[in-house]
């Protein structure tokens, strides 16, 4: 089930229901048939409980990695529960999985931050939540004061029985609520003019702890008895441990254990991405210290010798041949050979790290026939698995916390970090915190892919684009995968139904893969930051050699609102023209086709990313070989925005962290081993790279929302760019953009 | 031994002295607001102040400290009712993302406005080092400029 640790959408509900279908035990987040099967007699189902004050807890079933989900989920409920936002406080769900005779089925839904569909996926269902459980107040208002349920309506936290002029406040009901039988039938739920908290700008829940030092992340976690590591990892990827003496780490006061941890056979799916050593201490200090004093003899690895240089060198010579066909719409072959113009450009998008700030961490306590884990992950189900998988126990006895977690970015849907802690765990029999230390960290990711790109288009002799191809080489995200195809690989790399299928004619994409050893794994709208990059700069490209204008040439492509069909991630059809809107509005709010002085430039670009639509405009001063950027313009479209307030915050931070990777970030192997190793070479934007000047904007659609985490990323880079072209005429066709220009 | 003040208590170290104190704050006191990403200075996770000036702790070893006065996000606001000016300017602009570098943020902008009162944007994009990595910059801006507002109204009263 290589899929799970991809993106927890459809494929984690794959994973867990075995396609059997929902497991009887969970309707609308409420258990049936067992009153028993929830902590207290003031809850109403998993999700939702009422104290007697008219406070109400709301279950937030999703990992935050600071996305929003313990906001906004649980607005969803609040709103169809009817009860007034600041009465609202939100608790933190563990993993919950029941073993079923077809096997795991969720507890209380799908759990996983992947794919940006946190709030698509449960939109129905949260509201479902809150709308069963307000009609269960309802049913024991009418069968306490002997009234039809007809006769009673709610407002914000009481049932109010109109005939007799009774109120009685949920906090009051609550206990006669929860024993009631649960309907057969989906509630019915609010139309978007009847909302009261969806839509509407609220803060996050979690925001006065995190500003006065009390929230906690995984880092922060300490239990009873618990001990620190630390593990030595090989420099060179893939090496595993030859010897080693462990005399001057014994000596560090604090030190406890030293132990030899060992990887996975090379190519064999992985578990933990490295051999190494362990050292146990009595605070995270002596671990760290201990780990410094060990003297470590490590085997040859087999990937000694790869290279950036290589690798680079390798993708052009694959290029030269021919690859996998991914698609091949129409008549590629014919349409090029009568076109009058061809256009031909290459574009490299580099290996980049997803460097959340929170390092790698991990409490384990495995006992005989139980293990416990506290951990800040996207995929608690994988963190099931792995603790499963090194424990030898049965998943159910497995409990999986999350805490708040420090930055996601993709890299906490792998959880080789908690099949660590438990083996490390299990190994010393001791309660454990693991923690990687930043170099750790930046050394040993599960990279965004690299790959070279080499785009190709024939122009008919009014200039219209008739064909279209994408030929690329890469290292694929599916990297030690068990049970994958190589002809699997592409699907990683190249989404079939973005644009231009269906909207050109004559569509051929290609691909190569590259076997580096170099991990890789999915980074933040993982193909979409490539693809949004070689794509839009292309059209620019296109814009520039034919004397077009590049917004028109755009609009002119993407054409009128239409519905396409859409088989890739996160949306069952693609609109073209809502990119058009999109664009529009950010070109208009920038203030594109205006005058501007000399080495000043606007760029554009825009992209459809699991399922939101996203555009941006930059305006860029390049004088003397140094890039200011000037102004940024973003606007989103996400359908409904439930939660504006995240979305603008997604907006801008996938914005910035578009600029950011963009301008400097790029992972590099040589010898075998990673020549990065924390924010000096690594060096993520700092606040004075990114403009006052930073706008946003969200353009409401219809009345269903799309998730927003990562679609306001993948136009960021190719709009600075392209402003960069239209400053100074240099073309960045390599990323990052500075190893060209002083950033 | 190292003694030293920490949120107007007093405290003993009596472990290494080459520990940094964001170490000893962490795993020895139990303030787990300062945080640890970078261990090398350059992220600014780990900001607390000693004798009211922002420094990084995970490159500030606890001998350095002996007889100091040290505030972390924990001791900042004078109580749970009255939070600190900077911290809410951060709740008005609700600037936290995953909010993991924002104790730090907040550390650093306090001792900022003692030496810029009043900051233009470019006082901030010279001074303000801290990283990001949700990209909430353009909150964090905005927080600054609110937090110097504040800070003025405060003592101007």
């Not at chain 1, 979305?647 to 400097?664: F, H």
């Amino acid at each position: 089930m290589s899929a799970v640790i991809d993106r927890p959408s459809i494929s984690r509900r794959q994973f867990l229901i075995a396609g059997t279908g929902v497991a009887g035990s969970l309707v609308l987040g409420l258990p049936l048939g067992s009153s028993g099967a929830v902590d207290s007699d003031r809850m109403i189902g998993f999700f939702v409980q009422i104290e007697p004050d008219g406070h109400v807890i709301i279950g937030s079933n999703q990992p935050e990695i600071g996305q929003g989900a313990r906001t906004a989920l649980p607005m969803l409920v609040a709103e169809e529960l009817d009860v007034d936002w600041s009465m609202v406080s939100v608790r933190q769900m563990p993993l919950g999985i029941v073993k079923t005779a077809e096997g795991f089925a969720w507890k209380y839904g799908g759990q996983g931050a992947g794919g940006s569909d946190g709030l698509t996926s449960n939109w129905e269902f949260m509201r479902q939540v809150g709308a069963t459980a307000r009609g269960q107040l309802i049913k024991a208002a009418a069968a306490r004061i002997g009234v039809a349920e007809s006769q009673c309506v709610t407002r914000r936290g009481v049932v109010v029985c109109s005939s007799l002029s009774t109120e009685i406040t949920y906090g009051d009901l609550v206990a006669e609520a929860a024993q009631l039988a649960l309907p057969e039938e989906a509630p019915e739920l609010k139309s978007i003019d009847e909302y009261h908290i969806i839509g509407t700008r609220r803060k996050t829940v979690d925001a006065r702890d995190i500003v006065t030092g009390k929230s906690r992340y995984g880092i922060d976690t300490v239990q009873a008895d618990m001990r620190y590591a630390v593990i030595a990892r090989a420099p060179v990827l893939n090496a595993t441990v030859k010897g080693f003496d462990d005399t001057a780490a014994r000596e560090v006061e604090g030190v406890l254990d030293v132990f030899r941890v060992d990887g996975p056979e090379l190519g064999a799916p992985y578990l933990i991405l490295a051999s190494g050593v362990a050292v146990v201490a009595t605070s995270t200090w002596a671990a760290m210290r201990g780990r410094d004093a060990l003297q470590i003899e490590w085997n040859a690895s087999p990937t000694a010798s790869e290279s950036s240089e290589k690798f680079w060198a390798d993708n052009r010579e694959l290029l030269k041949g021919d690859g996998q066909l991914v698609l091949d719409d129409g008549d590629f072959s014919t349409a090029m050979a009568a076109a009058k113009t061809v256009i031909v450009r290459q574009y490299e998008v580099p290996f980049a790290s997803h460097a959340p700030l929170e390092p790698q961490n991990c409490y384990a306590h495995v006992r005989e026939d139980s293990c416990h884990v506290i951990a800040p992950t996207q995929s608690p189900s994988g963190a099931s698995r792995s603790a499963a998988a090194v424990t030898g126990l049965p998943r159910e006895n497995i409990t999986i916390e999350m805490t708040r977690v420090g930055g996601g970015f993709g890299r906490r849907l792998t959880t080789d970090y908690v099949a660590e802690a438990a083996m490390i765990s299990k190994h010393t029999g001791w309660p454990i915190k693991l923690q990687w230390s930043r170099e750790d960290d930046v050394k040993n990711d599960f990279y965004r892919p690299a790959g070279t790109h080499e785009m190709r288009v024939g122009l008919d002799d009014d200039d219209n684009v008739t064909a279209w191809t994408q030929r690329l080489a890469s290292a694929s995200k599916y990297y030690r995968r068990p049970n994958m195809p190589d002809e699997a690989l592409a699907e990683a790399e190249l989404y079939i139904d973005d644009f231009p299928r269906r909207i050109i004619e004559n569509v051929r994409l290609e691909y190569f893969h590259n076997p580096i050893g170099i991990p890789r794994g999915s980074w933040r709208a993982p193909a979409h930051t490539a693809n949004a990059f070689v794509i839009q700069s292309f059209i620019d490209e296109i814009a520039h050699e034919t004397g077009q204008d590049p917004l028109q040439l755009r609009l002119d492509l993407y054409g009128e609102e239409r519905e396409l069909e859409y088989t890739n991630h996160g949306a069952t059809t693609f609109n073209p023209g809502r990119l058009s809107r999109v664009l529009k509005l950010v070109a208009e709010q920038i203030g594109y086709g205006r005058e501007l002085p000399e080495g000043r430039g606007i760029g554009l670009a825009s992209h459809f990313t699991f399922g939101g639509y996203a555009a941006h405009a930059m305006e860029v001063t390049v004088q003397n070989g140094k890039l200011t950027i000037e102004r940024v313009v973003a606007a989103i479209d996400c359908g409904l925005a439930v939660h504006p307030n995240a979305v603008d915050a997604q907006l801008q931070g996938g914005t910035i962290d578009g600029i950011s990777t963009a301008l400097g970030l790029e992972i590099t192997v040589k010898d075998g081993r990673i020549q990065q190793s924390n924010f000096h070479d690594y060096p993520l934007a700092k606040i004075a790279a990114i403009p006052a000047r930073f706008e946003t904007h969200i353009l409401p659609y219809n009345d269903k929302p799309t998730g927003v985490g990562e679609i306001g990323l993948p136009p960021a880079a190719p709009a600075l760019t392209n402003a960069i072209y239209a400053a100074s005429g240099i073309r960045i066709r390599t990323l990052p953009i500075g190893d060209q220009l002083e950033v | 031994m190292v003694s030293f003040r920490i949120n107007s208590k007093t405290v003993t170290f009596d472990g290494d002295g080459a520990t940094p104190v964001l170490w000893v704050v962490r795993d020895e006191l139990g303030m787990t607001g300062t945080k640890y990403s970078c261990g090398v200075g350059a992220c600014g996770a780990c900001t607390v102040h000693i004798n009211g000036m922002a420094r990084r702790s995970c490159v500030t070893p606890v001998s350095a400290i002996a007889g100091k006065t040290i505030t972390t996000i924990e001791g900042l606001a004078a109580s749970d009712d009255e939070l600190h000016p900077v911290q809410q300017a951060w709740l008005e602009h609700d600037v936290p993302q995953c909010g993991f570098c924002q104790p730090g943020q907040i550390m650093a902008t306090v001792d900022f406005l003692k030496r810029h009162p009043n900051p233009s944007d470019e006082d901030i994009d010279n001074n303000i080092t801290n990283i990001c990595r949700c990209g909430t910059y353009a909150r964090i801006r905005k927080a600054i400029h609110r937090a110097a507002e504040l800070v003025a109204a405060e003592q101007q009263s």
